[in-house]
Every structure is written in structure tokens, then in C-alpha cells.
């Protein structure tokens, strides 16, 4: 009589266990296939400032492409073939090229190649005046020609933000003149792919010997964020790698008040929540 109930507790735990197992195999395909979509696919990204207004809206939560121009394989430069090209007016999120750890997303102005100007504020690109996005904006106040600004790259100029350039994207395969007043221009651009680079005197030395020009190694872009009074981009910081970038900004998921705590003021950030920009297609 034992040993028959002792068979049947056997028979009993068989299928629990099974099932369990089942359940757990479920749970790492699951675990496996979401990291697949997240890092080949598709990502979700959150608005943190309003250098994008109102276009974008700090609160805002969307659906990156990642896919669309070619996913990157992690910890590499390779990336994978993608739909398309990054194209003039595409909202872009990418690896902020002054500290990777962070992502910033801009709106991409200008191409490999193209020349970029900004005169009282209107940007042109190759001489063809670019229109400002349908919910871009301005501001501040607007800086006169000639006003320069410290912080406005390359170093030295006499841009600022409303009055900018001429200046040429450069694109892979570009052959560059370097001197004193190019050096602040490809400086930091020849650093970053992997070259130590100074001025002394009046010769540019790369990698301890003394060069007059240097070929361009990548593809490069220009962006800008809508609220072009209130946007840290390309002004500032200079040319955007295209290692750097990550995808394409897709739609709004949600967005709510990003100044409001959801624990000291549930009410509150309850009734920030935006529904009409859920669902809403980024362009």
C-alpha cells in the first residue's frame, strides 16, 4: 500500500515540475526575443529638455527605429544594412559624441558634403534656404553678424547660434588642408577616429609627424534641435559621427509632465498626462 502511494506522489510531481520548466523556458525566450527588438529593432526613449519644441516636448516617450538605418552590433562600430540613409529633416537620436553615455535627440539639418549656412537666424543649405519645421520656434533674443560666442564651435570663429557659417560637412574620403585656422575645425573630429593630433607653432602634427591636410575616415552630420534658441547641438559641439547615431525618432506612446513627482503628487502628474499625443507620428 506504501509503495503504491509512494508511486502515485511521483506521478503527481512529474507534470508540476514539467509545467514549471515550461513556464520558465517561456520566460527566457521571452527575456531573449525583447532584447533582440531592443537592441536590433526598437527602443523607447524619454524627451528630457525642450531643445526639440514643440515639436517634441520634454515628457514625451517614444519609439526609436533602430532598424531603419542599419542596427549597430554592441560593443563594435559595425553596423548592419539598414532601409535607408539618414535624410536632411529626419529626428534623429543619437550618442551624444562629447559623453556616449548619454542620448540626445536633434533633428538632422545637413549631410556629408553639404555646406551650411546661417544668416539672421534662416538656415541654408548648398545655398537653398531650408524651411524651419512646422512647430520649430525661437526664443531668445537675436545675435548680430560678427557677435561671436565662446561656445559656439569651431573655437576662435565669429559664429553664434543665428549667424552661422559658411561651413562643409565633411564626408568619408574627404582630404582636409589642416593649418592654424582649420585645426579647431578637425581637431577633435581626427581625435575621435583614433589619432592623437596638436598644433605647434604653425604645423599640425598627427600621430608625431607633421601633416598638411588629412583624409576624413567616416561620414559625418549637422544637427540641430526645433527650439533653435534653447538647443545644445551641432553649433556647439561640431559634426555628428554617423557611429554615433541610433535611430530614428517614430511615435509618441506617451507624455506627461516631467517636472511633476509621481510619489509627492499623484494627483497631479495623473492630470498632466497629454492623451492626445499618444499615437502621435514624429516628423
Not at 519644441?53 to 554592441?74: C, H, M, Q, R
Not at 557677435?147 to 564651435?153: A, L, V
Request: hydrophobic letters at 40%.
Amino acid at each position: 500500500m506504501n509503495q503504491k502511494s509512494t508511486s502515485l506522489n511521483i506521478q503527481k510531481g512529474k507534470p508540476e515540475k514539467k509545467h514549471s520548466r515550461e513556464w520558465f523556458e517561456a520566460l527566457i525566450i521571452a527575456a531573449i526575443f525583447a532584447t533582440i527588438l531592443r537592441v536590433f529593432v526598437v527602443e523607447s526613449y524619454r524627451i528630457p529638455t525642450g531643445s526639440m519644441e514643440s515639436t517634441l516636448l520634454a515628457g514625451d516617450f517614444l519609439f526609436v527605429n533602430k532598424y531603419v538605418y542599419g542596427p549597430k552590433i554592441p560593443f563594435t562600430d559595425i553596423r548592419l544594412p539598414g532601409v535607408k540613409k539618414v535624410d536632411r529633416g529626419d529626428i534623429i537620436v543619437f550618442k551624444f559624441p562629447k559623453d556616449r553615455s548619454l542620448n540626445y535627440i536633434k533633428r538632422c539639418v545637413a549631410l556629408s558634403g553639404d555646406t551650411l549656412e546661417i544668416h539672421g537666424q534662416e538656415l541654408s543649405i548648398n545655398k537653398k534656404p531650408a524651411p524651419l519645421p512646422p512647430h520649430a520656434q525661437f526664443i531668445g533674443n537675436r545675435m548680430a553678424a560678427g557677435d561671436g560666442d565662446y561656445m559656439i564651435f569651431p573655437q576662435f570663429s565669429n559664429f553664434n547660434k543665428d549667424n552661422y557659417g559658411p561651413i562643409r560637412i565633411p564626408g568619408k574620403g574627404d582630404v582636409v588642408p589642416l593649418n592654424p585656422a582649420t585645426y579647431p575645425l578637425y581637431s577633435a573630429l581626427i581625435a575621435d577616429e583614433g589619432h592623437e593630433v596638436s598644433l605647434q607653432g604653425r604645423t599640425v602634427f598627427i600621430d608625431g609627424t607633421p601633416v598638411q591636410n588629412y583624409t576624413v575616415q567616416s561620414n559625418y552630420y549637422f544637427a540641430m534641435g526645433d527650439n533653435r534658441d534653447n538647443s545644445l547641438d551641432s553649433r556647439f559641439w561640431g559634426f555628428l559621427p554617423e557611429k554615433d547615431i541610433v535611430g530614428q525618432a517614430l511615435m509618441v506612446y506617451w507624455s506627461w509632465n516631467p517636472d511633476l513627482s509621481l510619489f509627492t503628487d499623484l494627483v497631479s502628474k495623473i492630470g498632466s498626462i497629454r492623451l492626445q499625443r499618444t499615437g502621435l507620428m514624429v516628423h
